[in-house]
């Protein structure tokens, strides 16, 4: 018999289920409940599974549910099947978990420097599918990251491990025509629109700060949820947003944004990080290394 014919031959296989669920709870209900299923369901699946087989396979005499003679052995093949089968899929599952890579990381930084770089990490290593989960997505994230990228300073007693592989410059950015109007007397971005983060309320301050520039009195300011808005704001000519350096560098380099400020280094460098205590899988080690390297590809800004 080919293995077509085998196929066909087979019963159908929720009226298998049902029946070795019974046969192993001993109980339509506690069967039902195993399969989310109704005690009806169960029964009426049963019953089609016999009557396809022509056999009965419970002696249903007084009141207690028996297998039947000679139905043992049909039983234990049954079981046996649907353990196997069991057996291979969560060996495939924790083979497949094994090449998927799940890493979590803000929308912003997906968007403006991952997602145009993965590609090159997937042709050349095709054997592992990287899934990317954001704030954005973490409502449809049904696994736990196997690593964050991030910046800023986190945990260093061992609850996780990182690993640095990117610099972050950070400076204003506008459009070219905004730039222009920078006055040469005075605070410099008085009559600019300052865009930032809505979460992220010190941000200008801390630039003026760090960067020795008189602060305007009072800015008109807009307000964003996610950093990639405020750039495409500043594309759009409708004020100026503090930028990494790794994000604008094409826009720069094009002429669709100005930097007439230049960038300051931040002594918190892009970095991914893990769990510690366990070794990280194989796929997590290569994807660690190329991001690693990208960094080291990225532009950084000139000094000034």
Same mark, same amino acid.
């Given at each position: ?10 019963? +159908? ?31 009426r ?17 007084? @009141? ?23 057996? $291979? #899929? ?9 090449n998927?890579l799940?890493?979590a990381?803000s ?25 990317? !989960? &954001?704030?954005?997505s973490?409502?449809?994230? #049904? &696994? ?8 800023? !300073?986190?945990p260093?007693? @061992? ?9 972050? =410059? ?17 605070? %410099?971005?008085? +009559? ?20 020795g520039?008189p ?10 949820? =996610? ?6 704001? $500043? ?18 380099? &094009? ?32 994807f #660690? ?5 990208? @960094?080291?590809?990225? %532009? ?5």
């Open positions: 018999m080919d293995s077509v014919s085998r196929l066909k031959a087979l019963p +159908n296989l929720t009226a298998l289920k049902a029946f070795d669920a019974l046969v192993r709870s001993g109980s339509v209900s506690r069967a039902a409940d195993a399969l989310g299923v109704t005690p009806g369901a169960v029964s699946q049963v019953k089609q599974l016999e009557e396809e087989l022509g056999f009965a396979l419970f002696d249903r005499s007084g @009141g207690k549910l028996t297998l039947s003679p000679g139905a043992d052995d049909f039983a234990a093949s049954i079981a046996g099947a649907f353990d196997q089968m069991a057996m $291979a #899929t969560t060996t495939l599952k924790a083979e497949v978990r094994q998927e799940v890493i990381c929308p912003s930084f997906h968007f403006c420097w991952l997602l145009a770089r993965l590609p090159s990490f997937e042709a050349a290593h095709r054997d592992i599918r990287v899934v990317v !989960h &954001t704030a954005l973490t409502h449809a994230a #049904t &696994t736990q990251p196997d690593a964050i990228i991030g910046v800023g !300073h986190w260093t007693d @061992g609850r996780l491990r990182q690993r640095g592989f990117m610099e972050l =410059h950070s400076g204003p950015v506008m459009a070219p025509a905004l730039a222009a109007r920078i006055s040469p007397a005075g605070p %410099p971005l008085a +009559n600019i629109r300052h865009l930032r983060l809505r979460r992220d309320s010190t941000i200008w301050r801390d630039w003026y700060e760090d960067a520039v602060p305007a009195d009072a800015p008109d300011e807009a307000a964003f949820d =996610h950093l990639f808005l405020t750039i495409e704001a $500043a594309r759009a000519g409708l004020g100026a947003a503090i930028a990494p350096y790794a994000y604008v560098a094409d826009d720069i380099a &094009t002429g669709l944004l100005a930097a007439p400020f230049g960038f300051l280094e931040r002594k918190v460098p892009y970095h991914i990080a893990w769990a510690g205590g366990i070794e990280p899988k194989a796929a997590l080690r290569v #660690t290394e190329w991001l690693v390297e990208e @960094g080291r590809r990225t %532009p950084q800004p000139k000094k000034s």
